[in-house]
């Protein structure tokens, strides 16, 4: 089977990282390919796509209308004459007026995209039950749920369960608090500081965004600038490697499609505490090590950092996120799905 997957930008991001471990993992069945519209594209990722992979970057000024560049798109799509067109922003098929005989389909990464452009599809994948069900509420399309996955054994895992002196959390994503829900985590954490006195306690942000400066305003005015850090964007290399050194991952989503960062903190043996909305709730359901708080209430995401480290400090939490990696590895494993993708192209 011929692939063509057709993104608009590759820059690091979690649909565009899935995105690079979907069609190395399909390569080694299919004949796969893949088109980067926009001038837009991380060289860390293109360097992880596979030899064997045909990529065409047809370098478009982001939002450009040039019809130059149109044709370009166009030509190469009847060019590699594909089995199966695989898109991953919904306006894309917009701009391929070729598509001969190829089935379309468009993953739908993320809850509250756009609809309108869902019925040109022959096909749509949602990457979470909290997706499919926003897809089918908003537009009444069906969908296909394909779970995310990551690929397990690049992630280095925790080996030593000791409580060390300080205690550290880690949050990994954009920094955009009107989305990622950084300040509620701040918060929780000038609540234990300030109020429940605990002191050995420290906060890493990895990653970048608009909310960078916000966020570091917010921890000085909380009083806690000095057990948290901004430690901005790392590669993925880079993370899969650091996660371990952590004892907390935290995702305080206002709102999330799936939460891939969710099952790097589970793969690198941590416990995980998210806000009940979406994907992250979804994904760790029967997860042992798992805990949840509805959003926005500080003072329960409060007390599940104290009842975590206290599992640290009696010795019971290793036990716990063993049998919740057991579970995640069977359940979002990236080989699992890429077959997926490929079962379901020929159904």
Known sequence: MKILHIIFSLNVGGAETMLVDIVNRQAETDQVHLIVINNSFSSELIDGIKPDILVYFVKRPVGSLNILKILQLNYLVFKIQPDIIHFHDHNAIRLVRFKGTAKTCLTVHDVNKPIVNFKKYDRLYSISDAVKNDILRRSLSKSTRIYNGIDFNKVKRRKNYDFKPVFKIVQVGRLHSEKKGQNILLHALGLLINERHISNIRLDFIGDGPS???????????????????????????????????????????????????IEGIAAGLPVIVSNVDGPAEIIEGLPSAWRFELTDVWTLADHIVEIIELYRLGKIETRCHLSYLTARNKFSIVKTAHNYVRSYHG
């Open 212 to 262: 960078l400066a916000q966020l570091q305003e917010l921890s000085t005015e909380l009083k806690i600038s000095g057990q948290v850090a901004f430690l901005g964007v790392k590669t993925r290399e880079q993370i899969y490697n650091d996660l371990r050194d952590y004892h907390l991952l935290v995702q305080p989503s206002y709102y999330e499609g799936f939460g891939l960062t969710v």
